[in-house]
């Protein structure tokens, strides 16, 4: 029988709702498709980890993967979540895997290639109008 399981997309989060708005439009793909999912945000921004978490645990979820929308993984990614995620595993009694930073997988630089490329298009088109 498999356990309940969620994703979860760990952006770094902003005061500014137009950067949070540009994450939660790059995360609309997964979370539509991906049944469960959720974004969450580190600081600054709602929901936060502990939120989503703390929900998920809620309606009977033991084991969620978070998957940082980070290209690196700088002092955030290899101190301050995985200290996040060691207190929340422990005051919920939940397993939590931290996946790798997305910018680690190479599709993700054939996407910017893609976009580099429609980019430069664009900018031909736009300066021979």
Not at 69 to 82: E, M, S
Not at 84 to 95: S, Y
Not at 100 to 110: H, T, V
């Amino acid at each position: 029988m498999n356990q309940p399981h969620r994703i979860i997309l760990l952006a770094h989060g902003s005061s500014d709702q137009r950067w949070c708005d540009t994450f939660e439009q790059l995360a609309a793909p997964t979370l539509e498709s991906v049944e469960g999912s959720a974004i969450a945000y580190m600081e600054l921004a709602s929901p936060t980890l502990e939120d989503v978490v703390g929900t998920g645990k809620q309606n009977g979820i033991e084991q969620f993967t978070v998957v940082p929308l980070f290209l690196a993984a700088g002092r955030h990614l290899r101190k301050d979540v995985p200290g996040m995620i060691a207190d929340l595993e422990a005051r919920f009694g939940v397993v939590i895997r931290l996946a790798d930073p997305i910018g680690k997988n190479p599709r993700l630089g054939y996407a910017i290639r893609d976009v580099v490329t429609e980019e430069l298009e664009t900018g031909t088109e736009n300066a021979s109008g």
